[in-house]
């Protein structure tokens, strides 16, 4: 992404690094479900089974090098490979011999909202902070020297957010999208993140920021949906969770 590859040449010493964007070089491919250790497993070159999660190692794909991650954006099992671009083509071919269905990033972005993970440019951007966004668990203030951001955070932290990122749950066919106003007693109070319909549980569901004050799991706001008001009840993330 050009913001990231912009903010890493105005804020990183390039007198004690030096920075190379490789980004045309490499291709990247995610192996994502319950079945993915094995699928990918069955195919690669080096031992990827023990990786725990977060985790990476370097294996190969036909004698040529991979970078595989235990990673993923669906909320399921899975990994994440970066290769040449050849070399993923070829495996992109291997994974479709061996029956693995190929998804396109609409399924992902319906998968990770189901599993309540942020995506950036949405839910969270240089707006917010990890702690607004539920994602405190990422901050380890008591571990980190200084960085950027840290005075805010300290501050969140003494102080409390102002918003929080929250689940709501819709009725009927009522879907929440990006950007609609979440209301309360009529009046505007937060945003609609992200929205859709979950095909898995089969309601809609959304996230989106509201007053401190109202994020308490089992109150009801409102999302006006074309005009309309609508209610939603902020529920617990995630709205599913893949079973062990």
Not at 164 to 169: E, G, I, K, N
Request: proline share 5%.
């Amino acid at each position: 992404m050009q913001k990231d590859w912009d903010w890493m040449q105005a804020n990183l010493d390039l007198n004690q690094l030096q920075l190379e964007n490789r980004s045309q070089d490499k291709t990247l491919i995610a192996v994502q479900g319950p079945q993915a250790v094995g699928q990918l497993q069955a195919l690669v070159q080096g031992s990827i089974e023990s990786l725990k999660a977060f985790e990476h190692t370097e294996a190969s794909f036909n004698d040529q090098p991979i970078f595989v991650a235990r990673t993923g954006y669906t909320g399921e099992d899975g990994f994440e490979v970066m290769s040449a671009p050849e070399v993923g083509r070829a495996l992109w071919q291997a994974l479709l011999a061996a029956g693995v269905t190929p998804c396109g990033l609409g399924a992902r972005d319906t998968l990770r909202l189901e599993a309540a993970m942020c995506l950036y440019g949405q839910d969270i951007n240089d707006e917010t902070t990890p702690l607004e966004a539920g994602l405190g668990w990422l901050v380890h203030l008591d571990r980190k020297g200084e960085f950027i951001g840290r005075s805010v955070l300290e501050q969140q932290k003494a102080e409390g957010v102002k918003k929080r990122l929250m689940a709501l749950q819709l009725e009927g066919r009522n879907i929440a999208r990006h950007d609609y106003p979440i209301l309360n007693a009529g009046e505007t109070v937060g945003m609609v993140t992200s929205g859709t319909l979950s095909p898995t549980l089969g309601y809609p569901v959304a996230l989106g920021y509201v007053p401190t004050e109202l994020a308490t799991i089992g109150n009801t706001v409102e999302v006006s949906i074309r005009g309309k008001a609508y209610p939603a009840t902020i529920v617990k993330k995630p709205f599913y969770k893949a079973s062990k």
